[in-house]
């Protein structure tokens, strides 16, 4: 079975940085594409970050510039790292694979920005 977990969250003061870690079972990154989401209390999950297989990665319009997505293969971990935190990245960030039809999620972890 399949399975991400995420770490790395937690409270930072704004202007920070923090990097978020979604670990993989097995070999599932040299399969699978896989993104961040972020979701903010009372707003809807949007879509962070992506990075393929192949190692291409993309980012959404509003995220471009403070957020960077990578992966460690040897160590089956994707990372976010987030750059000059601010009080509206305070979310629940959840890692999402994708293989075709089939999909998983994370359980997320919280990072609040708050002075």
């Known amino acids: 079975q399949v399975q991400l977990v995420e770490s790395g969250g937690g409270l930072v003061q704004p202007g920070g940085s923090l990097r978020l870690s979604c670990a993989g079972s097995?070999?599932?990154?040299?399969?699978?594409?896989v993104a961040w989401y972020r979701q903010a209390p009372g707003k809807q999950r949007e879509l962070v970050a992506t990075?393929?297989?192949?190692?291409?990665?993309n980012y959404a319009d509003s995220m471009k510039g403070r957020f960077t997505i990578s992966r460690n293969k040897a160590k089956n971990t994707v990372y976010l790292q987030i750059n000059s935190l601010k009080p509206e990245d305070t979310a629940v960030y959840y890692c999402?694979?994708?293989?075709?039809?089939?999909?998983?999620w994370g359980q997320g972890t919280q990072l609040t920005v708050s002075s």
């Open positions: 097995g070999n599932i990154f040299n399969i699978y594409d």
């Open positions: 990075i393929t297989r192949s190692g291409t990665t």
């Open positions: 999402h694979g994708v293989l075709g039809r089939s999909d998983v």
